[in-house]
């Protein structure tokens, strides 16, 4: 009895060798599917929808339209996520556009620095690197299905490396610049990269 109970909250406490290596320090493992949003959800017409690049003269770039961004070329990511507020999900499924497309028309060595910029005022920035070199996409699906509106739909940024808030949910664009210019979370302490294996969770700290 004694020990059967000890076992089962032991375990409780401490993931399975296999699930402790994929996560990072200070996370648990979440079956569910959160929401986190400041702020209400909203809803755009697919038929007012577009996607624009800025870049770092603050010269407008690419620009796709919901059809035109549908007919970029799209891949599948499988990944985990990590939020900072220290739940991890595994083997999230997801389909998009690799921001490697969309921002191939751009000088990145003068854009070194990003901030996604989405419906509903919300802003997130990192450096120019971590959307580049397959590591982060704008999504369109989410296990096979339109995104949820309440996870981003109709469409996300995903970067995995990073805390899930620089996933910034309902991401109209990308503006690109010469120096750091901290989003809504960053303003508040949060880390301008965010990577969750170092815990860059605030900026001091
Ligand atoms: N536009 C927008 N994007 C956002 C947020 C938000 O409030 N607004 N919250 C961020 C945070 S803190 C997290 S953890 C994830 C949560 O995504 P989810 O609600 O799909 O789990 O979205 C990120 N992207
Ligand atoms: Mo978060």
Not at 4 to 28: C, I, K, N, S, W
Not at 77 to 83: E, G, L, Q, T
Not at 155 to 164: D, T
Not at 187 to 198: I, Q
């Amino acid at each position: 009895m004694e020990g059967g109970f000890f076992t089962r909250g032991f375990r409780g406490r401490r993931p399975a060798p296999e699930v402790a290596d994929r996560l990072p320090p200070g996370q648990y493992l979440e079956s569910g599917f959160p929401v986190l949003t400041a702020g209400p959800t909203p809803r755009v017409a697919t038929d007012r929808w577009d996607f624009r690049v800025v870049d770092a003269e603050g010269r407008e770039g690419s620009r796709w339209d919901w059809q035109a961004f549908a007919a970029l070329p799209h891949e599948t990511v499988k990944c985990d996520i990590h939020c900072v507020t220290r739940w991890s999900k595994f083997d999230t499924a997801w389909r998009g556009v690799s921001v490697d497309t969309l921002l191939a028309g751009v000088d990145a060595e003068r854009a070194l620095y990003a901030v996604a910029v989405c419906d509903g005022g919300y802003t997130t920035n990192m450096p120019t690197s971590a959307l580049l070199g397959g590591r982060a996409w704008v999504v369109d699906e989410y296990e096979g299905r339109p995104i949820a509106p309440d996870h981003g739909g109709p469409i996300r940024l995903l970067v995995p490396a990073l805390y899930f808030w620089k996933s910034a949910k309902w991401v109209r664009g990308l503006r690109l610049f010469a120096e750091d210019h901290p989003g809504f979370w960053e303003v508040r302490g949060y880390h301008n990269v965010g990577d969750p294996w170092r815990q860059e969770r605030y900026r001091d700290g």
